[in-house]
């Protein structure tokens, strides 16, 4: 074995160490014997998680694309070892590596394994064995776990959607919604909804392109035609500075202070994780990751009064999508946060969304193959109706 990284106490003395997998390569090249397991020990992070996530999601990229590409480590195994990924009080750095590791992991089958502890260090790594079989582990609770997605009733799930009667979402009704990338498709089917099921009577939408945004204008007129009271302002999220004015005004607004928020807000740019680059990474994490921290932490500090904080993420985290290595982080990262809010006693819901069958700016690269490969694989597209009564 090989640790690269921080060093991991338990380990044989003579366990060689390097700091980066260049270093590894390096020794690889001048002569040291190739390591049978390779473990990436990511420390846990304590700066800011915006922060922290975009360095440590850009250093394993660069790690993973390094390991898959080098000849070297074709018959060499490599675990990724995060502390707090999966747990009730996630590190949000660290869960966003399990979503962009799943993506390496369907693109490259049998190649890496994820382990997450939940005690730094980890007392005693499991066997290499276990390490090579699983590509998902968990030492949580001096107990070594690994998941599995359960499948549901196929006929419950996608032919009957649930009975909402006995669901209230229960917003306020004097209170305002504000929904990101509320001129999207999701957001303004979600902004119809609201006003049309819930009783939802004041709500703010924004999006970059705000009221210039296609079908804007026709949305606002639905909207207060059913009696709501509907702004919808031009705002790119993703800048802290703009968001902050904006939430300072909505928590102060009377009679109509802000209660609920929707984050629905997201971009793609999709590529297979060997031409991925930093700078897909930002494309992807700063509108939905950046700005769902920044509605988290200043509404904390404005102390808003919210019910609701619902956050639209994607099953691509969990299921790891070929292509999405970049998305499926930032949706890990969305995922971690809701807990991070329940450990705090803070409303959320992260809602891991599997494909709409309504097409999106988002969504609308996807020909009939690319559909008929995401339902082979499960992914079954869901109507409207269908995900409406989900979000229910
Ligand atoms: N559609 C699906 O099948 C599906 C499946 C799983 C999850 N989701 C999630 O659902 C959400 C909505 O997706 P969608 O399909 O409705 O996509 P969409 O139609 O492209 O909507 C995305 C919205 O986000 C806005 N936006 C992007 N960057 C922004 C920024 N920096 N600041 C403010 N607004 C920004 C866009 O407007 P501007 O370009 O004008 O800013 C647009 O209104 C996304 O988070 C997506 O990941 C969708």
Known sequence: RAVIGEALPGLPDDTPLYPD???????????????EQTILHLPPTTNDPVEATHHLTTHTLHTLQHWLTTPHYTHSHLTILTTHATTPTPDLAHAAIWGLTRSAQTEHPDRITLLDTDTHPIPHLPHTTTLTTHPQLAWHNNTLTTPHLTPTQPTGASTQPTDTSTQPAGFDPDGTVLITGGTGTLGALLARHLVTHHHVKHLHLTSRRGPHAPGATQLHHDLTTHGATVTITATDTTNPHTLKTLLTTLTHQTPHPLTAIIHTAGTL?????????????????????DTAYHLHHLTTQLQTPLTHFILYSSAAGHLGNTGQANYAAANTFLDALATHRHTHHQPATSLAWGLWHTTSDMTQHLDEDAIARLGRSGLVPMSEEEGLALFD
Do not use: V, Y
């Open 21 to 35: 997998l260049d270093a590894l390569t390096d020794a690889l090249t001048h002569g040291a014997p190739l390591p």
């Open 269 to 289: 740019n999709d590529a297979l994780l060997h031409h991925q680059t930093p700078h897909h990474l930002t494309h992807t994490l700063t509108p939905k990751a």
